[in-house]
């Protein structure tokens, strides 16, 4: 699976859109790209996937570069629960069997500020 | 309920001693994953299941760490003689289909004293 880079921390203030990039330069022709949060004590949760189009679903927007070698998770309008750390992983995904583990880097903690 | 439950939440055990965590996957995922996550780091994937078959362990399963899944439904994760690095969040995650979008539990934090 390709490598991605994000930045270690960012902030961002209650209600407003929360921007979180994610480098993946090095990222294949048939590598999706995944992002996942983990809030404080919890497990990883899901958030939304992509491949080449930008994709929304009702928590997140997934913004993907046309080379596809960036992108850009979008939270509309950050609450207080948004607070948590966020992972951007690119992977293959095969549709039975194989590559079922997701590598994880050390993501982006977001703290959104009242 | 219907999510991932891991058993217990909280373990600390003196070094030396064995120790076994328990998940629960939700009803009718076929896969289940056991990861390990450190303080500060992201989770680091151990071992994944399909039915009661085993089908990857990483090399960061040493020969004193142990998952099984015997029926295909619950899996149990031992550690025997535990090390003070074996203290971590163990965290469980199932799926039916790949593990892209695999629900993760709440973890088992161990800690070795």
């Known amino acids: 699976d390709a490598k991605t880079t994000q930045p270690p921390s960012m902030d961002c203030a209650e209600g407003r859109a929360a921007n979180l990039p994610c480098n993946h330069s090095t990222i294949s022709g048939n590598e999706y790209v995944y992002w996942y949060r983990q809030i404080h004590s919890q497990g990883p949760q899901y958030i939304i996937h992509g491949l080449k189009n930008n994709e929304t679903n009702e928590m997140a927007s997934l913004i993907i570069t046309e080379d596809r070698k960036s992108s850009t998770l979008i939270l509309p309008h950050a609450t207080l629960r948004d607070t948590a750390v966020y992972y951007c992983?690119?992977?293959?995904?095969?549709?039975?069997?194989?590559?079922?583990?997701?590598?994880f880097g050390t993501g982006t903690r977001l703290t959104i500020i009242p | 309920d219907t999510g991932v439950s891991q058993d217990p939440r909280h373990k600390i055990t003196k070094r030396g001693q064995n120790v076994t965590f328990r998940c629960d996957p939700i009803?009718?995922?076929?896969?289940l994953y056991w990861y390990r996550q450190t303080l500060g780091q992201g989770p680091e994937f151990l071992t994944y299941f399909q039915n009661e078959a085993q089908l990857e362990k990483s090399r960061l399963l040493s020969d004193r760490f142990s998952a099984e899944r015997p029926k295909g439904s619950f899996s149990t994760l031992e550690i025997q003689r535990t090390e003070q690095g074996d203290s971590a969040m163990y965290l469980c995650?199932?799926?039916?289909?790949?593990?892209?979008?695999?629900?993760f539990g709440q973890g088992t934090r161990l800690t070795v004293v």
């Open positions: 009803s009718e995922h076929n896969r």
């Open positions: 992983i690119v992977r293959v995904v095969v549709a039975n069997f194989g590559n079922e583990k997701l590598t």
């Open positions: 995650a199932s799926s039916l289909g790949t593990a892209s979008e695999a629900f």
